[in-house]
């Protein structure tokens, strides 16, 4: 079955430092990914996707994320974390198999120090 | 603004209660989710409608009961539910049922099943 994993739970930053948290995938064919964040109190929103083109793209507020075909994975980085970042952030994976479907991971919860 | 409201935002049933929950989406979009979001848990799929024709049961047990009267409204009746029921329900909207495509989330309904 397909499948996402977040490896990180919850991780914890202090302000400037950089992020990145692991998102890997199982399925072997064509797939459009996604992270999605959740602002404490506000519902999930996209924070970027990737379909085809360039493996690295970038998102709203400086964060992007790159798409290694070959290790199955689309991390999301940002160079230098704020406070504001302070949420819980979701990758999800659509197949061409499951066209309608989109699978998400369960979630890291992302805490940064001011 | 997320475009896709929920009412109630907080529910509390007992195990014999009848109740629904309602979503309203303003954007004009043809696809509708339900998604049960559990602590430390993926973010689960149930249902999917497209232009109010239901095309995704994610084996959802029959106490839960979707329904779909026209683009922009979808329910979820509830009926003799059990205690680990209680979750966040998420609706969404995408302007088609095709995974490729944004989805918009709601903020969601607490439920607590006592």
């Known amino acids: 079955a397909q499948s996402v994993s977040q490896h990180n739970h919850h991780v914890i930053l202090s302000e400037a430092a950089s992020l990145e948290l692991g998102c890997n995938y199982s399925?072997?064919?064509?797939?459009?990914l996604f992270w999605y964040v959740q602002y404490p109190g506000q519902h999930l929103q996209l924070l970027l996707k990737y379909f085809s083109g360039d493996p690295l793209v970038k998102g709203i507020k400086g964060f992007e994320a790159e798409f290694i075909k070959s290790k199955f994975s689309f991390n999301l980085r940002k160079p230098s974390v704020q406070w504001s970042d302070t949420a819980e952030y979701f990758c999800a994976v659509n197949t061409y198999s499951s066209a309608s479907k989109i699978i998400f991971g369960s979630g890291t919860r992302l805490s940064i120090r001011p | 603004e997320t475009g896709v409201t929920q009412t109630p935002r907080h529910l509390v049933m007992g195990m014999t209660n009848k109740k629904s929950l309602k979503c309203e989406q303003h954007?004009?979009?043809?696809?509708m989710y339900w998604y049960k979001q559990s602590a430390k848990k993926p973010l689960e799929l149930m249902f999917v409608?497209?232009?109010?024709?239901?095309?995704e049961n994610n084996s959802v047990p029959s106490r839960f009961s979707p329904e779909c009267p026209n683009s922009s409204h979808l329910f979820l009746h509830l009926h003799t539910l059990q205690p680990e029921d209680s979750a966040l329900y998420l609706c969404a909207s995408s302007q088609d049922r095709l995974g490729s495509y944004e989805q918009y989330f709601g903020p969601g309904t607490r439920l607590t099943v006592t």
């Open positions: 954007l004009g979009h043809n696809a």
């Open positions: 409608y497209n232009f109010k024709e239901q095309t």
């Open positions: 399925y072997g064919g064509t797939v459009n």
